[in-house]
């Protein structure tokens, strides 16, 4: 380097020293957010909120543990509670041939309502209790593969056997509500479709012992969704109200 007149002689600066300070400069402020994570006074972000628990949700609900199957083998579905240890509910006889609606009760001893053949693939719903008195809807399908409805009812405490209510119910609509089915009155209530081929409003209402639910035709869909295996109103079909009276058993 050549020397300037009256300037001073700067040497020019190592590029390493350079980088060596930097890197020192990262290690610190690295060790001193670990010290931060660290310290007990730091609080750590809150993560993802915990689900509740049933007992924080129903602190008074009534549990009880349940045997899956029934003595004689097959799969329990239990489908209505009487109360948490006594229910309704289904499972196929030993043979695998029909379907069985039974009564468990909290010591374990079933009680069979009906036998039905799988082959007209049955289905129960709509569980009702006045009192003793426990009623449901029972669906077979033909040969043809048309549905067929029937209401029965059954003594859930007397031990006598189930006794058929009707089985002029129409096309019977159920949309996995407690007001499917009502007791009232000393009548059992339920909605249907009627078979004429009229067209109904766009939208409606229908009640049935005080049940109110929203049905829709197919251009303006409702709020209820019907069950399983049940059918819903259609657009050329009105729904109705339906009921049958009994003479309730001693």
């Not at 628990?53 to 097959?74: H, K, N, Q």
């Not at 000393?186 to 209402?205: E, F, K, N, T």
């Not at 229908?206 to 819903?232: D, I, K, Q, V």
């Amino acid at each position: 380097m050549t020397p300037t007149a009256g300037r001073p002689v700067v040497p020019a600066p190592r590029s390493g020293r350079r980088v060596v300070g930097l890197a020192g400069l990262g290690v610190a402020v690295a060790a001193a957010g670990t010290l931060l994570a660290l310290s007990p006074d730091h609080k750590q972000p809150a993560g993802p909120q915990q689900p509740r628990t049933v007992a924080e949700v129903w602190p008074d609900a009534e549990r009880a543990d349940l045997a899956g199957g029934l003595p004689d083998g097959p799969q329990y579905s239990p489908v209505y509670f009487l109360d948490a240890k006594t229910s309704l509910g289904t499972a196929p006889e030993p043979g695998g041939t029909d379907q069985r609606l039974v009564l468990r009760t909290a010591d374990g001893s079933v009680r069979e309502l009906r036998r039905l053949p799988v082959d007209g693939t049955p289905q129960f719903g709509g569980f009702v209790r006045a009192g003793d008195e426990v009623a449901w809807a029972e669906s077979v399908s033909d040969a043809d593969g048309s549905a067929r409805t029937r209401m029965w009812i059954a003594n859930v405490a007397s031990g006598g056997p189930a006794r058929m209510l009707t089985e002029d119910t129409g096309d019977v609509v159920l949309f996995n509500s407690e007001y499917d089915m009502v007791i009232a009155g000393g009548r059992l209530h339920w909605v249907s479709v009627s078979p004429r081929a009229r067209r109904p409003p766009r939208s409606g209402r229908y009640r049935s012992a005080g049940a109110r639910c929203r049905y829709a035709t197919s251009r303006a869909p409702g709020h209820c969704r019907p069950g399983r295996g049940w059918s819903a109103p259609a657009a050329d079909r009105p729904a109705r109200s339906s009921s049958a009276t009994w003479t309730p058993s001693r």
